[in-house]
């Protein structure tokens, strides 16, 4: 059985017997009310905007029904009311509810509501399959009782305020009801018309609760404020204090924010912050950053949206850079392949002085060469054409992105069956792979020009003999290669 306990005007807070209430929730309620209990009481702003009215799927009256039934608020939450007052369609609606994990699930299981990803009912979340249509998240308010920088266990309320108060920026702090009312208790529409960043409450406590919130505020940063020097002092001071925290968060999580912010609006500015803040020395990256290449790649290939790690490795000045960055922030194959391509390339004299020492040459001639031999090289061809296409967009080469993008790789013309009905190749699986792969190279190395014919009466017989010859000396044996990852 629950015990609730009443404060006033219908703000009721709730907890579990075995979830006793601290004395830091008694005051912080008791606080909470005093300085917002007009607030609870009403909404002085209502949202009627396209945008909002487009959110009423059947899928969702049909979940706002349940919950109205049974007395339940729910509320769309967080970011989904920020992109709706800045108009923008929201991606994801994330809801909040004064119902619990297990009243929303008894809920859902008598109307037949097929529930998923039943994992999130630990930190309150409960995922609903409506109409077989939509899937919606419904989180139950919550306050972090107790928190580590990184993760949080939450206790259950009622309390809209509360749950406010835990997090992370002014802008994602807000609710809006069903109706199109807005419930802002710390100013959060205010700082969005202003384009102003800032944490909730003490930006002290709020980055302590998750360091990862420093990362979170220069993101939003990006995506929302007006100038790329919009920056509240408060807040840059706060995140240099607590910098330290940041050694706390997995590498994965790290890469996941710092990704968008390389990409994002004002990337170069906010990443000179972040330096300014000590926020980077915490990211795998150099002491010495190669801010001024920075800029010039960013102003020139911005606007052709180039992959994260092809703007990060502007500041980079060695593929032992690379390999830093990937043991703090586990970068993938592909991600540590490309930004080690970048750095071999980006000053290439044999690309940037082909056409200078060959005035009638096509300027695209060495690139595609560059693209051949990529193929040969890499452990995935196809990361070939990809790589080649990020470097032009590094060196802001707007005419050769076309011709690269445009580009189609010509079909090779030996396929298997042909190459088996040739009684001298041989067999078995290694070695028919062996010789396939041989005869790819000699096609590529051609510049795609080698003919079936050319490359059958040509090139495999030297393959073969080859083959036999390297056969004979090793036994057949072949030594295992230690397959330890490496960006270089």
Same mark, same amino acid.
């Given at each position: ?7 006033? @005007? ?11 209430? @601290? ?10 009310? /005093? ?7 009403? @909404? ?84 609903? &399959? ?24 939450? /206790? ?10 835990? &997090? ?52 939003? +940063? ?32 790290? *890469? ?41 790649? *960013? ?41 080690? +391509?970048?750095?071999?390339?980006? +000053?290439?004299?044999?690309?940037? /002085? ?28 196809? *990361? ?27 079909? +090779? ?24 792969? @041989?005869?790819?190279?000699? *096609? ?29 000396? &090793? ?14």
């Amino acid at each position: 059985m629950r015990r609730i306990t009443a404060f006033a @005007s219908d703000k009721i807070k709730f907890f579990f017997p075995h979830q006793p209430q @601290s004395k830091f929730l008694a005051h912080h309620a008791q606080k909470r009310l /005093e300085r917002h209990s007009s607030t609870m009481t009403s @909404s002085t702003v209502q949202i009627t905007s396209p945008v909002f009215r487009s959110l009423f799927t059947p899928e969702l009256k049909v979940l706002s029904e349940m919950f109205k039934e049974r007395g339940f608020e729910l509320r769309i939450a967080g970011g989904a009311v920020r992109d709706i007052l800045m108009n923008i369609v929201p991606v994801d609606i994330d809801l909040a509810t004064t119902a619990t994990p297990d009243q929303m699930k008894l809920m859902f299981q008598e109307n037949e509501i097929r529930m998923i990803n039943v994992g999130g009912e630990k930190h309150g979340t409960v995922t609903a &399959r409506i109409n077989d249509q939509e899937n919606y998240e419904i989180t139950t308010l919550r306050i972090d009782k107790v928190t580590d920088g990184r993760f949080a266990e939450v /206790e259950f309320t009622r309390d809209w305020v509360v749950d406010a108060n835990r &997090r992370d920026l002014t802008i994602n702090s807000m609710f809006l009801d069903l109706e199109g009312n807005l419930f802002d208790f710390f100013n959060g529409s205010e700082d969005l018309q202003k384009r102003v960043i800032r944490f909730v409450g003490e930006p002290d406590k709020r980055i302590q609760e998750d360091y990862l919130r420093i990362l979170r505020y220069f993101r939003f +940063f990006g995506r929302i404020s007006n100038g790329p020097d919009d920056h509240v002092p408060e807040t840059l001071a706060a995140i240099a204090r607590n910098v330290e925290g940041l050694e706390r968060i997995s590498g994965e999580r790290l *890469w996941t924010e710092l990704r968008q912010i390389m990409v994002g609006r004002f990337g170069d500015s906010v990443i000179v912050k972040m330096m300014d803040t000590g926020v980077a020395a915490h990211l795998g990256l150099p002491a010495q950053l190669n801010v001024e290449e920075l800029d010039v790649v *960013w102003k020139r290939c911005h606007a052709m949206k180039p992959k994260p790690i092809t703007i990060i490795t502007a500041l980079l000045h060695s593929e032992e850079d690379i390999n830093k960055l990937d043991e703090r922030l586990k970068l993938s194959n592909e991600e540590c392949s490309l930004g080690v +391509f970048i750095l071999r390339h980006r +000053f290439n004299p044999a690309l940037l /002085e082909f056409c200078r020492s060959n005035s009638n040459a096509d300027p695209f001639l060495p690139y595609r060469r560059l693209l051949a031999e990529e193929m040969l090289n890499l452990p995935k061809p196809n *990361w070939a054409k990809s790589h080649c296409i990020e470097l032009l967009k590094y060196r802001g080469d707007s005419v050769l992105l076309q011709a690269m993008e445009e580009f189609e790789v010509p079909k +090779f013309p030996v396929t298997g069956h042909r190459l088996l009905a040739i009684e001298a190749v041989p067999k078995g699986g290694r070695q028919t792979a062996h010789v396939l792969h @041989s005869l790819r190279a000699a *096609w590529i190395r051609s510049d795609f020009t080698r003919t079936e014919d050319e490359l059958l009466t040509v090139d495999l017989p030297v393959i073969l003999h080859n083959l036999q010859h390297q056969t004979e000396e &090793r036994g057949e044996k072949k030594p295992k290669k230690a397959r330890n990852k490496n960006c270089s």
